[in-house]
Nanobody, 120 residues
């Protein structure tokens, strides 16, 4: 069955960085666009970024594209989210997700999430 396991969350100071990882199994990883979403206390579930199956293209929510970078390693079935210049409003549960189509925000499976807290 499809499994997505996130890691790398934790406590970061404002201005700091974190890199989230997600290991996928149960499907042919290199065939699917992958995404990151987050659930914040105030805004609910929000799509953050997506990357094409071969890594040739990436897409971001406009408000985050200057600070976040999505990447993938198809040899190791892993997708990453590099988060820089973190702000308290980035505090959220972050989820790795498999896209069901070429629209990276249309996801059909997601993991349990990894919590990110940005605070001094």
């Amino acid at each position: 069955q499809v499994q997505l396991v996130e890691s790398g969350g934790g406590l970061a100071q404002p201005g700091g960085s974190l890199r989230l990882s997600c290991v996928a199994s149960g499907f042919i990883f290199s065939n699917f666009t992958m995404s990151w979403l987050r659930r914040t206390p105030g805004n609910g579930l929000e799509w953050v970024a997506g990357i094409w199956n071969d890594g040739s293209d990436t897409h971001y929510i406009d408000s985050l594209k200057a600070r976040f970078t999505i990447a993938r390693d198809n040899a190791n079935n892993t997708v990453y989210l590099q988060m820089n210049s973190l702000k308290p409003e980035d505090t959220a549960m972050y989820y790795c997700a498999r896209a069901a189509s070429n629209r990276p925000w249309e996801v059909d499976y997601w993991g349990q999430g990894t919590r990110v807290t940005v605070s001094s």
